[in-house]
């Protein structure tokens, strides 16, 4: 039988690259996935958030807008998470007083950067920040985050379908699992964006120059 990669080759695959004016997405890096015996724990989180400092310096560096996402549940048992809290209700842990539900220590918002408030997986469902990627201009979304499978994938082929181009930096995201996360990073690298390492991210952020607006 073919190898994945020969059976998608000249099919799948095109490379889209980086635009003129990039936003840095870090999705839903919270406790959940980097407590340790937490249900969400996930080593592959552990690694990205580690890795994920350097990628948002340097975008904070460019002076390239970086947004930052959480799930947050506001209504009584959590109905506003609709179906997916039903599918997947260790998601009910998403509530405000939940130390699972706050930013990982070594990541979080500064002061003045836009924090996107979900009740899904993907960053755009039901939020406004397509909206606000267009009013500032930008046309490119590079996303780190959490997890691979889930948000990050569900984000990626929301921003490819509202026109942005989309890059997943392999390095700053993780899941749970070795298997979902790296049959998500080659579904994603085929058909929605380009998969990248963070060096490549950075180099790339690294030649932005002007201010968004």
């Known amino acids: ?13 095109n490379r889209i690259g980086f635009g003129q004016r990039p936003a840095l997405l870090v999705i839903d890096f919270l406790k959940a996935y980097t407590i340790e015996g937490a249900p969400l724990y996930a080593p592959g989180v552990v690694e990205a958030v580690a890795r994920t ?3 948002i310096d340097a975008a904070r560096a460019a002076k390239v807008p970086v947004i930052h996402t959480r799930i947050l549940y506001l209504a009584e048992n959590c109905a506003d998470g609709g179906m997916w809290v039903k599918k997947s209700p260790v998601m009910k842990a998403m509530v405000e007083g939940n130390v699972l539900a706050e930013f990982c220590d070594e990541v979080p918002p500064a002061a003045g950067e836009l924090v996107i408030v979900k009740q899904y997986a993907s960053a755009f469902f039901g939020t406004s920040l397509a909206s606000h990627l267009h009013a500032q201009g930008i046309d490119t979304v590079v996303l780190a985050g959490c997890s691979t499978s ?6 990626a082929v929301d921003a ?3 026109g942005f181009r989309t890059i997943v930096v392999r390095d700053c995201v993780g899941d749970r699992h070795p298997d979902p996360h790296n049959a998500n990073l080659f579904d994603i690298d085929s058909k929605y964006g380009d998969v990248v390492s963070r060096e490549e991210a950075i180099a790339e952020i690294a030649k932005v120059t002007s201010e968004c607006p």
Not at 150 to 155: D, E, P, V
């Open 150 to 155: 889930g948000c990050i994938r569900a984000s």
């Open 1 to 13: 039988m073919q190898s994945a990669k020969a059976n998608y080759q000249g099919v799948w695959g």
């Open 53 to 55: 400092p350097e990628l």
């Open 160 to 162: 490819v379908q509202h």
